[in-house]
């Protein structure tokens, strides 16, 4: 059974700080991951995908991949009280099909 | 570009009575998804169509849910006879093609929240 791993939380970080959020792995032959964000009652929507190992940078967004580690991160910087969220990690397989996600981290961003 | 379509929104039954869920993906999504999402937890995939076909049905409790994608396009899920642990959102999701071994995003609807009673 794969699985991916987050800490559930709650991360509470004051506003301007940065919030870094954890994901871990366990199928190695994953090639492909996303990090989305759920507000409380809504659906999960898209804030970025990464492929390769290293750093990808979107705003105030940074996803870091280590494959050898099997571990991505999605690092927040200048948070704000709007990014209160569950954070979902979601690793898809070496088919590029079988997405799995983790059980999400909640972020709480204090004023 | 329109997103993804869902309904209903809300729906709240007995449990042993049935209940349906629609979806329509984004135009031109070859593949669909229907994940279940209990509350503080993250979405567990149900069934997954490549077009019309079945790529991954593993999860589905198939003694009781059941799915089609007709044309493969709409797609609809259905609980007969539905348990208390089925209350839940239920999510649907559709994505372009991936490439070769990368994947593409999801793009998911608004879903359905159930509620079992």
């Known amino acids: 059974q794969k699985e991916v791993e987050q800490n559930s939380g709650p991360l509470s970080v004051p506003e301007g700080a940065i919030a870094s959020l954890n994901c871990t792995y366990s199928d190695r032959g994953s090639q492909s991951f996303f990090w989305y964000r759920q507000y409380s009652g809504k659906s999960p929507e898209l804030i970025m995908s990464i492929y390769s190992n290293g750093d990808k940078e979107d705003g105030r967004f940074t996803a870091q991949l280590n494959k050898a580690s099997q571990y991505v991160s999605l690092l927040i910087r200048d948070s704000q009280p709007s990014d209160s969220a569950t954070y979902l990690c979601?690793?898809?397989?070496?088919?590029?099909?079988?997405?799995?996600f983790g059980p999400g981290t909640r972020l709480s961003v204090l004023p | 570009e329109a997103g993804v379509a869902q309904s209903p929104r809300y729906k709240i039954i007995e449990k042993r009575q049935s209940v349906a869920f629609w979806c329509n993906p984004i135009s031109g999504h070859a593949t669909l998804y229907w994940y279940q999402q209990i509350l503080g937890q993250g979405p567990k995939l149900l069934i997954q169509f490549q077009n019309n076909g079945v790529v991954d049905d593993s999860q589905l409790p198939k003694d009781r849910f059941s799915a089609e994608r007709l044309k493969g396009v709409d797609s609809t899920l259905k609980i007969q006879p539905a348990k208390l642990e089925d209350s839940a959102v239920y999510l649907c999701?559709?994505?372009?093609?991936?490439?070769?071994?990368?994947?593409?995003?999801?793009?998911f609807g608004n879903g359905t929240r159930l509620t079992v009673t």
């Open positions: 979601a690793v898809v397989d070496n088919y590029g099909q079988n997405f799995v």
């Open positions: 999701a559709s994505s372009l093609p991936g490439w070769g071994i990368l994947g593409s995003p999801l793009h």
